[in-house]
């Protein structure tokens, strides 16, 4: 099983503020690496695939690279709805993934 | 517009069984292949099953191999997912997700999901 470790558990910022979260895969996951955000009390919603494609609708701010292990996803300026926890999962192989980063306002 | 509603989720007794089911409307279903996510409470989510679109390939986590059975029905648009022999740690979340595209892995709709309550 490829095992997904996300740092920082937590991060505190402020509205306008950079995001960058990070995921590292325990074996190489080429770049078959997705994000997603969820709400609390709501599903999550798909923000990138393959590393770094953005899905419909998701807007410009939300970037994301890396391949191999080691991916990031950067929000470049925080706006009030950005403030929830974002999951990483592998489609490399049968999905798993990460433990989540909350994204608190500071 | 896609539309995934999760129903059959409640409080069962460890060793019991529970059926869910997941209406699909607004894409064609039965060109998509699916998979049921589970999220226990306060934690991450855990990827338990996924079927093909035809409905012909099946696959599971170990967490529930043996344990649980996922099927649908093209013809009403519907995905399953059986769940025997219930466990305290099988309680969640369960959210029905639907496939990116063929042999994509990852899911662009996701249900509200249904809360299954293992308990004595």
């Known amino acids: 099983e490829i095992v997904l470790t996300q740092s920082p558990a937590t991060l505190s910022l402020s509205p306008g503020e950079r995001a960058t979260l990070s995921c590292r895969a325990s074996?190489?996951?080429?770049?078959?690496l997705v994000w997603y955000q969820q709400k609390p009390g709501q599903a999550p919603r798909l923000l990138m695939y393959?590393?770094?494609n953005r899905a419909t609708g998701i807007p410009a701010r939300f970037s994301g690279s890396g391949s191999g292990t080691d991916f990031t996803l950067t929000i470049s300026s925080l706006e009030p709805e950005d403030f929830a926890v974002y999951y990483c999962?592998?489609?490399?192989?049968?999905?798993?993934f990460g433990g989540g980063t909350k994204v608190e306002i500071k | 517009e896609v539309q995934l509603l999760e129903s059959g989720g409640g409080l069962e007794q460890p060793g019991g069984s529970l059926r869910l089911s997941c209406a699909a409307s607004?894409?064609?279903?039965?060109?998509?292949?699916m998979s049921w996510v589970r999220q226990a409470p306060g934690k991450g989510l855990e990827w338990v099953s996924a079927?093909?679109?035809?409905?012909?390939?099946?696959f599971y986590a170990d967490s529930v191999k043996g344990r649980f059975t996922v099927s649908r029905d093209n013809s009403k648009n519907t995905l399953f997912l059986q769940m025997d022999s219930l466990r305290a740690e099988d309680t969640a979340v369960y959210y029905c997700?639907?496939?990116?595209?063929?042999?994509?892995?990852?899911?662009?709709?996701w249900g509200q999901g249904t809360l299954v309550a293992v308990s004595s």
């Open positions: 074996q190489s996951v080429s770049t078959y």
């Open positions: 079927i093909s679109s035809s409905g012909g390939d099946t």
């Open positions: 607004g894409f064609s279903f039965s060109g998509y292949a």
């Open positions: 999962q592998q489609r490399s192989n049968w999905p798993t």
């Open positions: 997700a639907k496939y990116f595209a063929s042999g994509s892995k990852f899911f662009d709709s």
């Open positions: 393959d590393a770094s």
